[in-house]
């Protein structure tokens, strides 16, 4: 298996791209609005682009979408109870951000909708889709299945969790998605997260403070 990252765009988001091995069809996780980037590292790896699988939609994880959309010839999977973030990108990036819209920040068109439990077969991957509400409504996780690895987005990081303050959030919901949705996995399961290092569930399980207190 073949797993790159790219640290991406001003929020400094993991985009990471997932194959069987080079020439092979590749998974997309994530789309940070710097699409020349993702394409350079399908490029740099001989991956042909599969599938975008967005773990949520704020704008750092889903800008890029669209242009993704036109340049790779990939759909774009999501939940739908984000879709008050991921068609609206660019009022994200006035609200959140604090930044003018500028730039290509359509919303994707070529949607699929996700949904909890739900199993996919792409791109030589078994992808168990693992709906984790708390971050966003709408927010997911990424189990592939058989080769222990999750795709956490900012759900779980190393040391941390998600941010719960802005609009859909919510943190008594995001810890019982992590309760029934992610500390479920074994502790050998490569945690990589959205944002920062890749870690396991066991070691996040053992010292992660918003996981061990109390």
């Known amino acids: 298996m073949l797993i790159q990252r790219d640290v991406l765009w001003l929020a400094a988001t993991n985009?990471?791209?997932?194959a069987r091995g080079p020439g092979e069809p590749a998974l997309i996780i994530d789309a940070p609005p710097d699409v020349n980037r993702i394409g350079a590292l399908l490029a740099a790896n001989?991956?042909?682009?599969?599938?975008?699988?967005?773990?949520?939609g704020h704008v750092d994880h889903s800008g890029g979408a669209r242009g993704a959309e036109r340049s790779l010839g990939v759909s774009t999977?999501?939940?739908?109870?984000?879709?008050?973030?991921?068609?609206?990108?660019?009022?994200?990036?006035?609200r959140i951000f604090g930044l003018g819209v500028g730039g290509d920040f359509e919303p994707p068109i070529d949607r699929i909708d996700l949904e909890h439990d739900q199993r996919l077969d792409l791109a030589g991957f078994a992808v168990r889709v693992r709906h984790t509400p708390g971050h966003t409504?709408?927010?997911?996780?990424?189990?592939l299945e058989?080769?222990?690895v999750i795709f956490s987005g900012d759900q779980l990081f190393a040391g941390s969790v998600g941010r719960t303050d802005l609009p859909g959030g919510s943190f008594d919901q995001l810890m019982m998605s992590m309760r029934e949705r992610v500390l479920d996995l074994?502790?050998?399961v490569r945690v990589?997260?959205?944002h920062g290092p890749e870690t396991t569930i066991?070691?996040?399980?053992?010292?992660?403070?918003?996981?061990t207190a109390g």
């Open 15 to 18: 985009c990471y791209v997932v």
């Open 46 to 56: 001989d991956l042909v682009p599969g599938a975008l699988l967005l773990t949520h």
């Open 77 to 94: 999977w999501v939940h739908p109870a984000d879709d008050f973030l991921t068609l609206h990108p660019g009022e994200q990036l006035e």
């Open 137 to 143: 409504p709408g927010h997911v996780c990424f189990e």
């Open 146 to 148: 058989g080769d222990g």
């Open 186 to 188: 074994d502790d050998e």
């Open 192 to 194: 990589l997260p959205g």
């Open 202 to 211: 066991g070691r996040e399980r053992r010292t992660n403070p918003f996981l």
